[in-house]
C-alpha cells in the first residue's frame, strides 16, 4: 500500500492481492487433494507407514475384478435411477400443478422446498426411525388396510435401496421444483391461450405446450440429480453403512471403508478416482446445456 | 373452478406429506416416554422438554451446536470476502493469464468432496489441523470457493464499468473501490452467500467425520451420528438431537425463502 499508484509493480501485485487469499486455500485443500487421489490411486500405500510404492495400474486391474466394485457400481446406479426418476419426473409434475394456482401456492411451495434445507445426517436420523419394523411407515400402511406391504425397509435387500432413495429424493426434489417452476415462468403465456382456443385440456396443453417447452430444462434438472446423487455419502452411511450385507452399498461408502477403515488407501484412491471421473463428466455436460442455455 | 380447488386440494396433501416427517419427529421429541406406544401420528398429550434438556446437557448437544455455529458462521463470513476479492479481480482488474485462473476455479465446480476426501484428511494431518476448527474451514472454504466465485462474477459483470472508472479517476485504489464502490452494490450476492454457505457448513458430515474424532471438537452431525450408533433405542433423544440441528436452518430458510431459492439454483452444482 506504500507503492505509487502508477507504478507497474503497484499494477501488477493488486491482481495478486484480490486473488491469493482464495487461491492459496484453493490449491492446497481442493487441487492438490485431487492431484493426490490420482497419484495415490498408483500406488500400494496403506495410509500410515512411511513405505509407498508405485503398483502402476494394479489398483485398476483390482477394480476390475472386483465384485463388490462391481456391486456397489450398479447399485450407484440404481440409486440414481430411482431418484432420477422421482426428481425429474415427479418434481416436473409438481411444479407445472404449481404453476397453474395463485392461491397458498407460497405455503405450498415452502413445504415442499423446506425438507432441502435439512441436514442429511438428520434426514437420515428421521427415516431410520420412521423405516423401522415397528415405525411410522409400517405403521400407517397397518392403518390404511395396507399392513400385507409392511416390512423392514432397511433390513430387508430387495427393498433398502430403493427406501433409501426414496428419503433421499424427499429431502431434495425441492431443488428440482424450484428449477423446473423458473423454467415454467419463461413459457409464453400465449401458447397455453392457443391450446385452450384450439380446444385441448389441462393434460393436453401439459404434454403439448409445457413439455417440449421444458425440455432444455429437463435436460439440467436430469443431469443434476445425476450428479448429485452419485456424490451422496451422508445418507446412507447414517443409516445402513451400506447394509445389510452390501445390498446398500453405493461407491462412496465403499471407497470409505476400504480407505478410510481398512487402511486400503490406494485401493480407496483409486475408487475415488472413478467417483471423480464419472461426477467430472456429467457436471461438464451440465455445464455445456446450462451455457447453450444461456445463449 | 372445480378443477382449480381439486389442484389445490392435491397439493395441499402433497405440502402436509413432505412437511409430516418433520411434524412427527416434533411430537416424538415433545412426548414422555410412557405415550410412545401410541401411533406416531399422535399429538404428545403431555408436553415435555426434558428430552431436548438430556440431550443438551448430557447428551454434549450443546457443545454441539456451538461448534458448529462457530464453524458455519466463520466459514460464510471468510467465504464471502475471499471468493468477492477474487471475482473482483477477475472482472474489473486487467492481468495475463486471467483466462486460466477462471479455468482453475471452473475445474473446482466438478470435483465431488467425496472423492478426494482420503488424501485431503492427509494433508490436514500431516499439517496438523486434525482435530481443529481451524482444519474444517480451509477445507470447506477451498471445497465451496469456486462456486462463489462464479456467484459474485455473474453478479460483477452487471455492474456497470463507468462506475469502477469513475472512481479510479478520482485516485481511488482498487481496494478501495472494492469496498466502498463494488460491495456496498453486491448485498444480494453477500447475502446469497452468507446463506448458502452456512447452510453448507452446518450439514455436511462426511469432512467433520473425519477431521475432528475427539468428542470435545465435533459438530452437530457427529455428534447426532454418534448419539444415534450408541443410543439406538432413544428414539425420544434422537428426535430432540435431530431437532435441535434442523431448527436454526429452517428458521433461516423460513425468513430468507427468496434467497435461498435463488442460491440454491445458481450454486446446484456443488
Given amino acids: 500500500m506504500f507503492l505509487d499508484p502508477e507504478s507497474k509493480l503497484y499494477k501488477q501485485l493488486t491482481p495478486v492481492f484480490f486473488l491469493l487469499p482464495a487461491i492459496a486455500i484453493y490449491m492446497v485443500f481442493a487441487i492438490y487433494p485431487t492431484i493426490s487421489v490420482i497419484e495415490y490411486s498408483f500406488t500400494d500405500w496403506n495410509g500410515i507407514s512411511p513405505e509407498r510404492n508405485y503398483i502402476g495400474l494394479a489398483n485398476y486391474e483390482r477394480l476390475f475384478s472386483d465384485r463388490i466394485f462391481w456391486e456397489a457400481f450398479r447399485n450407484t446406479f440404481v440409486w440414481s435411477g430411482v431418484i432420477i426418476v422421482i426428481n425429474v419426473g415427479i418434481g416436473l409434475v409438481l411444479a407445472a400443478m404449481l404453476a397453474r394456482v395463485w392461491r397458498a401456492r407460497l405455503i405450498i411451495q415452502t413445504a415442499i422446498v423446506l425438507p432441502v434445507v435439512i441436514s442429511p445426517m438428520a434426514v437420515a436420523t428421521i427415516w431410520r426411525w420412521m423405516y423401522q419394523p415397528t415405525g411410522v411407515v409400517n405403521q400407517v400402511l397397518e392403518a390404511i388396510g395396507l399392513g400385507g406391504f409392511a416390512t423392514p425397509w432397511l433390513g430387508s435387500p430387495d427393498v433398502v435401496l430403493y427406501a433409501l432413495a426414496f428419503a433421499h429424493s424427499w429431502s431434495t426434489i425441492g431443488l428440482s421444483v424450484i428449477i423446473f417452476l423458473a423454467g415454467l415462468q419463461a413459457v409464453d403465456e400465449d401458447l397455453y391461450e392457443a391450446a385452450r382456443v384450439d380446444g385441448a385440456n389441462a393434460l393436453q396443453s401439459f404434454r403439448f405446450v409445457t413439455l417440449p417447452a421444458l425440455r432444455p430444462v429437463t435436460a439440467v434438472v436430469f443431469i443434476l440429480t445425476l450428479t448429485q446423487s452419485f456424490k451422496v455419502f451422508d445418507i446412507v452411511w447414517a443409516t445402513t453403512q451400506g447394509g445389510p450385507i452390501r445390498f446398500s452399498e453405493i461407491l462412496s461408502t465403499y471407497m470409505y471403508k476400504r480407505g478410510a477403515l481398512e487402511n486400503e488407501y490406494g485401493y480407496g484412491a483409486a475408487i475415488g478416482v472413478s467417483l471423480l471421473v464419472i461426477v467430472s463428466l456429467a457436471t461438464l455436460i451440465y455445464m455445456q446445456i446450462q451455457n447453450r442455455e444461456e445463449r | ?270
Fill in chain 2, 1 to 270: 373452478m372445480v378443477a382449480r380447488y381439486a389442484l389445490i386440494f392435491v397439493l395441499g396433501i402433497i405440502a402436509i406429506l413432505m412437511v409430516s416427517p418433520l411434524i412427527l419427529t416434533v411430537f416424538t421429541s415433545l412426548k414422555p416416554t410412557t405415550e410412545l406406544v401410541n401411533p406416531a401420528w399422535y399429538p404428545p398429550l403431555d408436553v415435555t422438554i426434558d428430552h431436548y434438556i438430556r440431550v443438551w446437557t448430557e447428551g454434549g448437544f450443546n457443545r454441539y451446536f456451538f461448534n458448529t455455529l462457530l464453524i458455519s458462521i466463520v466459514d460464510a463470513a471468510v467465504m464471502i470476502v475471499i471468493a468477492s476479492m477474487a471475482a473482483y479481480a477477475l472482472v474489473f482488474l486487467k492481468f495475463r493469464g486471467k483466462i486460466w485462473i477462471q479455468i482453475l476455479f471452473l475445474i473446482g465446480l466438478m470435483i465431488p468432496v467425496t472423492a478426494i476426501i482420503l488424501p485431503l484428511y492427509s494433508i490436514i494431518r500431516s499439517i496438523g489441523l486434525v482435530n481443529t476448527h481451524l482444519g474444517v474451514i480451509l477445507a470447506d472454504l477451498a471445497l465451496a470457493v469456486s462456486v462463489f466465485v462464479f456467484m459474485f462474477t455473474s453478479y460483477f459483470v452487471g455492474i456497470p464499468k463507468a462506475l469502477h472508472e469513475a472512481a479510479r479517476i478520482d485516485g481511488a485504489t482498487e481496494f478501495q473501490i472494492y469496498r466502498r464502490v463494488v460491495m456496498p452494490i453486491a448485498v444480494p450476492a453477500v447475502v446469497t452467500t452468507a446463506l448458502l454457505e452456512f447452510l453448507w457448513s452446518w450439514n455436511d458430515l462426511l469432512l467433520r467425520l473425519l477431521l475432528l474424532p475427539r468428542d470435545e471438537m465435533r459438530t452437530l452431525s457427529v455428534g447426532l451420528l454418534n448419539f444415534q450408533g450408541t443410543m439406538t433405542r432413544d428414539v425420544t433423544g434422537l428426535s430432540a438431537g435431530t431437532i435441535i440441528m434442523a431448527v436454526p436452518v429452517v428458521v433461516l430458510f423460513l425468513f430468507f425463502q427468496r434467497h435461498f431459492v435463488r442460491g440454491m439454483t445458481q450454486g446446484a452444482v456443488k
